[in-house]
């Protein structure tokens, strides 16, 4: 299935493993990644505290750009990016003057039938596949789910899954063949984008969330955002307190990457701070079966073609 996609900023730079990884599990699910031409940055994380209308127009010419070159939904594995740009589609849709002057900014017609989805969003609905590919089953490997801030609020802008009590990512984690454990923080904030301005609060909010997930029994931690990612994992030799073992912190694309049979060096799982080597070794102590071949990078993006009609809105996700 062909899909557009939005990088985002992150994932040309901190965030490469989440990108190496959604590149090499598209191909075995039955994705085709088309990544939008000429794409810029959607606005997070500042954008909604300096403009209003700022903070709309970024995410919604990338909307257009992609409903442009004939995408119907549009794949934004950053759960902040997804987040901005499911907002300014829904601001656009309930205020008709800012819908106009969207346009006047863009200089081009925003009918905003893109539909933005999200990294958890577009791995639940291929779970058959990942269940028949999953060559190497993740048995006995405990996974905390962390959904954070983002990816299911507010709800009715993130309507994908329950906003308080959320399965999505559980289901996910249990068609890899690893079980997810109950804990309480997993939609707790881990201080996102305050991690230089306010470095005390992001260690005190995510020193909170390694604590319930380690004690809760968990091997590592499942997340969908860079930002969480990057406090969790390269914070947290700050955050562990002394005799505590350190708890890898794996995007969600590399557990199913594993479970599919492919290597760590394909699914940038060495570009971690927290060494995930042994989670690896215990990945690979199941007897895999052939192992899933990543496929090649996203096609080049496509020349623009006839806007998306207006029903393309509803399109189920992929």
Known sequence: MRVGYYPGCSLHGTARELDESLRAVAPPLGLELVEVNDWSCCG???????????????????????????????????????????SARHAVACDAALAETIEDVLGRPFPSTVAPRNLVEVLRARLDLLRERAVRPLTGLKVACYYGCLLVRPSEVCSFDDPEDPVSMEEVVTATGATPVAWRRRLDCCGGAFSVARTGSVVRLSRAILDDARSAGADAIAVACPMCHSNLDFRQKALVRRGEAELPVLY?????????????????????????????????????????????????PAAAAKPASPAAAGTEAV
């Open 252 to 300: 969600l694309s590399e557990l199913v990457g594993l479970a599919l049979g492919l290597d760590a060096e394909t699914l940038g799982l060495g570009r971690h701070f927290v060494d995930t080597k042994a989670l690896v070794e215990r990945a690979l102590a199941s007897k895999p079966g052939p192992a899933a071949k990543p496929g090649p990078r996203p096609s080049a």
């Open 44 to 86: 997070a994380t500042s954008a909604h505290a300096t403009s209003h209308l700022l903070s709309v127009a970024l995410p919604a010419r990338n909307l257009a750009l992609a409903e442009e070159q004939g995408h119907d939904q549009l794949l934004a594995p950053c759960a902040a990016c997804y987040n901005r740009l499911a």
